[in-house]
């Protein structure tokens, strides 16, 4: 009989058979050709959350599934490791020194949204349309080698060539901040120096654009008072999650396991 190309997993006697990693797996990201990676890091979630249901069961924790949004309840399962999660987790307090101390380390981290003056030029297609969006792609492409020989062609050729209402302006926007536009042209933007234009033709749910940023407002910095209270609650929400990864680790080093190295990504 051959060898099963990926083993059962035992937890404390407890069997997580090859089919259910094979499941999980699907949930996990691994590089091309290397399904041993998405196999190992679901036999390895899947031992995480039998040892904590084996945690629950032997505390005797009982828990009432909760909604999570609308619509959605989390299963008996999902309540047990919340609930043993709750019990067990003990994050390092966060006081106001750590929270000014993560502040001054670069208080430039924290500053008012950017404002960008951007023009651009829209070559229009559905996402859905394959034909349509080869044909913007290539009229974008061809846009951009005149631009390389004279960038000062830009408004003549928003005028002639974009589809988007702009063009009687010569591309211009105005002044826009965040989410004034899709994420995919805010993102070309903040990639792009002041004065010059995108260099590749920026593809978005409307098209291709071709983007030339006139003026960037940098955000001004925000005082600590300000941030403070979102800081805090992100120090609180990573201290969380480093006790809950030593709270893991603890239950991994005193269970017996097989099938599965658990320090290997």
């Known amino acids: 009989m051959n060898?099963?190309?990926?083993?059962?997993?035992?937890?404390?006697?407890?069997v997580i058979s090859a089919a259910e990693v094979a499941a999980?797996?699907?949930n996990h990201t691994a590089p091309a050709g290397k399904p041993g990676v998405a196999w190992?890091?679901?036999?390895?979630?899947?031992?995480i959350r039998t040892l904590l249901l084996q945690e629950a069961h032997k505390a005797g924790v009982g828990a009432t599934p909760q909604e999570l949004r609308k619509g959605q309840v989390e299963t008996d399962e999902e309540a047990l490791i919340r609930a043993v999660m709750e019990t067990g987790v003990t994050p390092d307090a966060v006081d106001e020194a750590a929270v000014r101390a993560a502040y001054d380390t670069n208080p430039d981290r924290f500053r008012a949204p950017a404002l960008y003056e951007p023009a651009h030029i829209l070559f229009a297609a559905a996402p859905e349309n394959a034909g349509d969006r080869e044909q913007a792609l290539k009229r974008a492409q061809a846009a951009l080698v005149i631009l390389t020989k004279k960038p000062g062609a830009f408004a003549d050729l928003a005028k002639n060539e974009s589809d988007c209402p702009s063009r009687e302006a010569g591309g211009h926007l105005g002044q826009i901040g965040p989410?004034?536009?899709?994420?995919?042209?805010?993102?070309?933007l903040a990639a792009l120096e002041e004065g010059?234009?995108?260099?590749?033709?920026?593809?978005?749910?409307?098209?291709?654009?071709?983007?030339?940023?006139d003026a960037v407002a940098k955000g001004a910095a925000l005082p600590f008072e300000t941030v403070r209270p979102r800081l805090k609650e992100a120090l609180e929400k990573a201290a969380w999650a480093d006790a809950a990864r030593r709270f893991s680790h603890a239950l991994v080093a005193r269970a017996e396991i097989s099938g599965i190295e658990m320090g290997r990504p």
């Open 24 to 26: 999980e797996a699907q």
């Open 3 to 14: 060898k099963p190309l990926f083993p059962d997993v035992t937890v404390n006697g407890e």
């Open 179 to 188: 989410g004034d536009t899709v994420p995919e042209f805010e993102s070309a």
């Open 196 to 213: 010059k234009i995108s260099s590749e033709p920026v593809a978005s749910r409307y098209g291709f654009h071709i983007i030339r940023l």
């Open 40 to 47: 190992r890091k679901a036999a390895q979630a899947l031992v």
